[in-house]
């Protein structure tokens, strides 16, 4: 038996996964489940505003929410595992040196601290947020497109993506923290410089590029994101090479003298999210402190290595959600921006109504 719901008229099937098409053998309630999701497709496949899009991300979150937290638990380790070592470890390491007097000395380890962060808390991150993309764009594409959403079928295309959305987002974020790169490197050579007045006037120009730098590299970051927002989208959906995925997204992207441009959606959803982000993790920080975990492990027997471990493991809580309820958000919604993108410059819902009469011409419209 078929049982519909929600606003957009996906069967309650839909939000868990099901194929709503294999739970019965009757032909009428196949075309009525064919007609309705052409119709729901139909009210989404359209031209929106930076708003429509958001609030659409947020709809089709709400009714895949389960089905995309299920799937990005584990992957979200990945990306708390990075976290917490760049945080309990990368960053306590530079206030640390084991040779106070030599500056060479300290240079070194600065630079191996940052080349361990990178190398471990890079490619952790990394792994754990293309996995969770490739599922949550394939989830939310099927959504668009009046597809059951299935999680199997979804799991297998965020491995089947992995290797390419890696590479990809590697890419970005190197672009991205080129700029802090150098300026960590320009405060590295400045501290070389030799103790005279040549070389005191050099240090000061090296510092103060830096810091400039630094200020400039803060903003590429997010600038570079938005400019390859829906690099993601169009890796999973187009099975793109990383060159050509950051060409196709920024193609997407540009205004034409007839249609806006994609960026001001794209830096409404990310603002969003880090809005949420600021105001998720204090509040849940805030809920832990009320609750009184962490001050109550001692009343439990157990090895003192894990009560520190436990405690350790309760303050990324915060943390954990943040990222596995949030992440998704922004990749739901460059997905429904991909799709508003291609509908207002490539016509793609006059596609998919083609595809229907083609569908249709091939099999009887209405099976006794």
Same mark, same amino acid.
């Given at each position: 038996?078929?049982?519909?719901?929600?606003?957009?008229?996906?069967?309650?099937?839909?939000?868990?996964?099901?194929?709503?098409?294999?739970?019965?053998?009757?032909?009428?309630?196949?075309?009525?489940?064919?007609?309705?999701?052409?119709?729901?497709?139909?009210?989404?496949?359209?031209?929106?505003?930076?708003?429509?899009?958001?609030?659409?991300? @947020?709809?089709?979150?709400?009714?895949?929410?389960?089905?995309?937290?299920?799937?990005?638990?584990?992957?979200?380790?990945?990306?708390?595992?990075?976290?917490?070592?760049?945080?309990?470890?990368?960053?306590?390491?530079?206030?640390? $040196?084991?040779?106070?007097?030599?500056?060479?000395?300290?240079?070194?380890?600065?630079?191996?601290?940052?080349?361990?962060?990178?190398?471990? =808390?890079?490619?952790?991150? @990394?792994? =754990?947020?293309?996995?969770?993309?490739?599922?949550?764009?394939? @989830?939310?594409?099927?959504?668009?497109?009046?597809?059951?959403?299935?999680?199997?079928?979804?799991?297998?295309?965020?491995?089947?993506?992995?290797?390419?959305?890696?590479?990809?987002?590697?890419?970005?974020?190197?672009?991205?923290?080129?700029?802090?790169?150098?300026?960590?490197?320009?405060?590295?050579?400045?501290?070389?410089?030799?103790?005279?007045? $040549?070389?005191?006037?050099?240090?000061?120009?090296?510092?103060?590029?830096?810091?400039?730098?630094?200020?400039?590299?803060?903003?590429?970051?997010?600038?570079?994101?938005?400019?390859?927002?829906?690099?993601?989208?169009?890796?999973?959906?187009?099975?793109?090479?990383?060159?050509?995925?950051?060409?196709?997204?920024?193609?997407?992207?540009?205004?034409?003298?007839?249609?806006?441009? =994609?960026?001001?959606?794209?830096?409404?959803?990310?603002?969003?999210?880090?809005?949420?982000?600021?105001?998720?993790?204090?509040?849940?920080?805030?809920?832990? =402190?009320?609750?009184?975990?962490?001050?109550?492990?001692?009343?439990?027997?157990?090895?003192?290595?894990?009560?520190?471990?436990?405690?350790?493991?309760?303050?990324?809580?915060?943390?954990?959600?943040?990222?596995?309820?949030?992440?998704?958000?922004?990749?739901?919604?460059?997905?429904?921006?991909?799709?508003?993108?291609?509908?207002?410059?490539?016509?793609?819902?006059?596609?998919? @109504?083609?595809?229907?009469?083609?569908?249709?011409?091939?099999?009887?419209?209405?099976?006794?």
């Amino acid at each position: 038996m078929l049982r519909f719901g929600g606003s957009d008229g996906d069967g309650f099937g839909a939000c868990l996964g099901y194929n709503a098409l294999n739970l019965t053998s009757d032909p009428l309630s196949r075309y009525l489940v064919n007609r309705t999701s052409r119709t729901s497709r139909r009210e989404r496949l359209r031209p929106m505003t930076s708003s429509e899009v958001l609030d659409m991300a @947020l709809s089709v979150y709400q009714a895949l929410g389960w089905t995309i937290l299920k799937l990005t638990a584990l992957p979200t380790v990945f990306c708390l595992a990075s976290v917490a070592f760049v945080w309990e470890y990368v960053l306590p390491s530079f206030g640390l $040196t084991n040779h106070p007097s030599d500056v060479k000395a300290q240079v070194g380890e600065a630079a191996a601290t940052i080349g361990v962060g990178i190398g471990v =808390g890079g490619p952790l991150f @990394l792994l =754990g947020l293309a996995y969770s993309s490739g599922v949550v764009v394939t @989830l939310v594409s099927d959504h668009m497109l009046g597809r059951t959403p299935n999680a199997a079928s979804a799991a297998a295309s965020g491995l089947r993506v992995l290797r390419r959305l890696f590479l990809l987002m590697l890419y970005e974020v190197m672009v991205g923290w080129s700029g802090v790169l150098a300026a960590t490197g320009l405060l590295m050579v400045s501290a070389l410089m030799p103790a005279d007045a $040549t070389g005191d006037a050099w240090a000061a120009a090296a510092t103060g590029t830096a810091l400039f730098a630094y200020l400039i590299g803060f903003i590429v970051l997010p600038a570079v994101l938005v400019r390859h927002a829906l690099a993601p989208a169009v890796c999973v959906l187009e099975s793109l090479g990383s060159r050509a995925t950051a060409k196709r997204s920024v193609a997407l992207m540009k205004a034409t003298p007839w249609q806006p441009s =994609g960026y001001p959606a794209a830096w409404l959803i990310t603002v969003c999210v880090l809005l949420l982000i600021l105001l998720l993790l204090p509040g849940l920080s805030a809920g832990l =402190g009320a609750i009184g975990i962490s001050s109550d492990l001692h009343l439990v027997p157990s090895i003192p290595l894990l009560d520190m471990l436990l405690a350790r493991a309760i303050e990324q809580v915060p943390s954990y959600l943040a990222i596995w309820t949030l992440v998704p958000v922004w990749c739901a919604g460059v997905t429904i921006l991909y799709y508003e993108r291609r509908v207002r410059l490539e016509g793609f819902d006059i596609e998919a @109504l083609a595809a229907d009469v083609r569908q249709a011409d091939r099999r009887s419209k209405f099976e006794l």
